[in-house]
């Protein structure tokens, strides 16, 4: 950059300053975008599938949600038990979204501030789902299963803003919507695994 551009740059600043500060902070990312088209896809989800999905929290790296079918295998907490998320919920079906790479990742947690002997049953069922691996008697959070939303990779949230803006947003939020819905029927079916192990150990 020559000094003369510098200077045409440093006269705008100069005389627009509080406009361009505010809006270099509030300037959107593509992670941010991605967060915003993943409620939006949910939120359509659960809007056509009679509230069977319930979002839970979101921010730019994470979206955690909830299903009717899980609610049924793993209720609220009692009151005297606030879990690790101090909602008195026992899991979450955690969307990720730190990184280009991660972004579109699912995976389901549980938190292991739980009664002794729900946690005990927990630890069975989930050992079990993992294929005998085990954790630490001190674990606080156990992640399983492993997904990821077709569609989207490094290249697609890097130009999230061009495809968005050549496609439109209604668009977008549709792919993306329907490609989740794909997913949510594999983790169905990881569900099923759940639901049979769960009732075996119900039974012990």
């Known amino acids: 950059m020559d000094e003369k551009l510098r200077e045409i740059c440093r006269k705008i600043y100069a005389e627009h300053q509080d406009a361009l500060d505010l809006i270099f ?16 896809a949910l939120a359509e989800l659960a809007n056509e599938k009679n509230e069977e999905i319930k979002i839970i929290s979101t921010s730019k790296t994470m979206i955690r949600f909830q299903t ?23 899991y979450g079906i955690e969307l990720y979204n730190k990184s280009e790479s991660i972004s579109g990742r699912i995976k389901i947690a ?12 927990l630890e069975r069922i989930l050992t079990e ?11 606080e959070w156990w992640g399983t299963g492993n997904w990821k939303i077709a569609g989207i990779n490094n290249k697609f949230v890097e130009d999230i803003f061009i495809i968005v803006a050549e496609e439109g947003r209604e668009k977008i939020v549709s792919k993306i919507k329907n490609n989740l819905e ?12 759940i639901e049979g192990i769960a009732e075996n150990t119900r039974l012990k």
Not at 68 to 90: A, I, S, T, V
Not at 110 to 121: A, H, L, M, V, W
Not at 129 to 139: A, E, F, I, L, P
Not at 182 to 193: M, P, S
Request: proline share 8%; charged share 35%.
């Open 182 to 193: 794909k997913t949510l029927i594999q983790i169905d079916q990881f569900v099923d695994r």
């Open 25 to 40: 902070e509030n300037r959107p990312d593509n992670l941010s975008l991605m967060s915003e088209l993943y409620v939006e």
């Open 129 to 139: 789902v993992d294929g005998g691996r085990k954790r630490k008697d001190t674990w």
């Open 68 to 90: 009717k079918r899980l609610n049924q295998l793993f209720p609220d907490l009692p009151e005297n038990f606030p879990g690790g998320w101090n909602n008195h919920k026992p």
């Open 110 to 121: 549980f938190t292991g501030k739980i009664d002794p002997d729900g946690r005990q049953r």
